[in-house]
């Protein structure tokens, strides 16, 4: 075999080696060490789930973006932790305050995306959030919000990721949502038109959503949450799932120098909700989680 044979050859297996390392959820660009998660854009500082929220967070130079989807009437994702409007901070479209039965009673999957647009999330006084910044604003679309936000980010030379909730549950049997599948599917077709999915991690309390996400679309990583009350293994928990998350998502007061052992030992990374106390971060930084969500995202700064 002469020079240019023996070069041929080793192009060849070069590609092909390069090829079978490349996991089932593609190469990523620009990977993060440390995920710094603003939880619904930072709810904390900016109403939460909002554009002006992700704008903030991208200014503060976080690179995950948190959010969460929820669907209306005409089949519109919209960015929404609820599933109807939470009368802590939504305003009627007459600008009119609500109580918790009134706000309830108003389901998104009942409403078209037009009238949902019509609410206010940005001007009353979130009593939780006293440092929130008001202003107008109200519930985007999914395509909206990553239109939105990409324009931005590239002005600023700034790559986003994406961590985002499917808000689906069983305990409720499926009030307030679609079915799972057409959920997944609503929420999926939108992530793909706008070519983030390898940028993106889809989170969720229900195995269902996750399953789907697996098994159909293994570009895109999963996370599966879970609350403290869950005294689980994680070895138990990739059996219920039936496959192993790329992310275990727990609240963090569940988590343990030995929980994160186990977690890595099967190259499951660790991501601990919702933290909000600057010695709570660096105490879970320093037991090794490989990144942490907050409502406050100026902390990671600090």
């Known amino acids: ?49 909002t554009i002006q929220a992700m704008y903030h967070a991208i200014d503060l130079g976080i690179n995950t973006l948190e959010m969460d989807l929820q669907v209306s009437k005409d089949k519109i994702v919209v960015v929404s932790h609820d599933s109807y409007f939470g009368s802590k901070f939504c305003l009627t479209p007459e600008g009119k305050e609500m109580n918790e039965k009134d706000g309830r009673s108003r389901l998104l999957m009942d409403m078209p995306y037009d009238s949902i647009r019509k609410y206010d999330v940005g001007l009353k006084i979130h009593p939780d959030f006293l ?88 570009m895109v990583k999963t996370s599966y949450l879970v609350f403290k009350s869950n005294k689980k293994t994680i070895e138990e928990h990739i059996s219920d799932l039936g496959f192993k998350p790329d992310i275990f998502s727990p609240e963090y007061l569940m988590v343990t120098p030995a929980l994160i052992k186990s977690c890595h030992d099967l190259k499951i990374k660790v991501i601990p909700w919702t933290v909000n106390d600057l010695d709570q971060i660096k105490r879970l930084k320093e037991m090794g989680v490989d990144g942490l969500i907050s409502d406050y995202p100026n902390l990671f700064k600090n």
């Open 131 to 218: 440092q929130q910044k008001k202003m107008k604003a109200y519930k985007p679309t999914l395509a909206e919000l990553l239109d939105s936000v990409e324009a931005y980010s590239r002005k600023r030379n700034h790559l986003n990721h994406y961590n985002i909730e499917i808000k689906t549950s069983p305990e409720y049997k499926d009030k307030g949502h679609p079915p799972v599948p057409e959920f997944v599917a609503l929420a999926m077709k939108v992530i793909l038109a706008k070519k983030i999915e390898k940028r993106t991690t889809i989170q969720s309390f229900d195995k269902r959503s996750l399953k789907i996400i697996n098994d159909q679309y293994p």
């Open 1 to 49: 075999m002469n020079y240019k044979s023996h070069f041929t050859l080793f192009v060849y297996l070069f590609i092909v080696l390069l090829s079978s390392c490349s996991s089932k959820k593609g190469v990523e660009k620009n990977p993060i060490n440390f995920e710094e998660q603003a939880h619904r854009g930072g709810r904390g500082l900016m109403p939460e789930n």
